[in-house]
T-cell receptor
Framework: GQSLEQPSEVTAVEGAIVQINCTYQ??????LSWYQQHDGGAPTFLSY????GLEETGRFSSFLSRSDSYGYLLLQELQMKDSASYFC????????????FGSGTRLLVRP | GAVVSQHPSWVICKSGTSVKIECRSL??????MFWYRQFPKQSLMLMAT?????????EQGVEKDKFLINHASLTLSTLTVTSAHPEDSSFYIC?????????????FGPGTRLLVL
């Protein structure tokens, strides 16, 4: 089976940097994705790591280390609007293409 | 970018009735669509994988006779919650797959909030 663990909650102040970790147990996967979800909304795609290393997209960066079964999402210059839930997800390596989501991390950005 | 719509966005129904939720890919063809359910403050749980022209594949523990899925075209999948009960109240989200291999991406619909009284 596959499982992804994340911290349940993280709190940070506006303008700061925060890292949300994701550790996983999976027999194989195409890559690690990150999604943002505001309360009452649908998940929106943030980033995708197919290979080890760091991917940067504006204020957000994501990192993957397959050897450590570990990845993280880094949010810089935090803004109040970044308060949301963040999910890591892996795509199954079988023909189903289904996404398996992590438990989710609720980020609260304080003034 | 790719857009996925869901209809309705909100539905309130009486216990015992059936509710149909539509998921449409507006500007691309989606061979595969996925249906998720999310309870408050929890993660998304995959219910089923829907492939155009074939039967849906349900995840373990999901009753296929209760959650009927039809994927009649490359742009439309429907989820029908039959004989809904209060415990079926949840946020139902669909996603549509595009691309292949490492370029494959899923785009999510805005979700449908179901309240069964």
């Amino acid at each position: 089976g596959q499982s992804l663990e994340q911290p349940s909650e993280v709190t940070a102040v506006e303008g700061a940097i925060v890292q949300i970790n994701c550790t996983y147990q999976t027999s194989g996967f195409y890559g690690l994705s990150w999604y943002q979800q505001h309360d009452g909304g649908a998940p929106t795609f943030l980033s995708y790591n197919a290979l080890d290393g760091l991917e940067e997209t504006g204020r957000f960066s994501s990192f993957l280390s397959r050897s450590d079964s570990y990845g993280y999402l880094l949010l810089q210059e935090l803004q109040m609007k970044d308060s949301a839930s963040y999910f890591c997800a892996v795509r199954a390596m079988d023909s189903s293409y289904k996404l398996i989501f992590g438990s989710g991390t609720r980020l609260l950005v304080r003034p | 970018g790719a857009v996925v719509s869901q209809h309705p966005s909100w539905v309130i129904c009486k216990s015992g009735t059936s509710v149909k939720i539509e998921c449409r890919s507006l500007d691309f063809q989606a061979t595969t669509m996925f249906w998720y359910r999310q309870f408050p403050k929890q993660s998304l749980m995959l219910m089923a994988t829907s492939n155009e022209g074939s039967k849906a594949t349900y995840e373990q523990g999901v009753e296929k006779d209760k959650f009927l899925i039809n994927h009649a075209s490359l742009t439309l999948s429907t989820l029908t919650v039959t004989s809904a009960h209060p415990e079926d109240s949840s946020f139902y989200i669909c996603s549509a797959r595009t691309g292949a291999g490492y370029q494959e991406t899923q785009y999510f619909g805005p979700g449908t909030r179901l309240l069964v009284l």
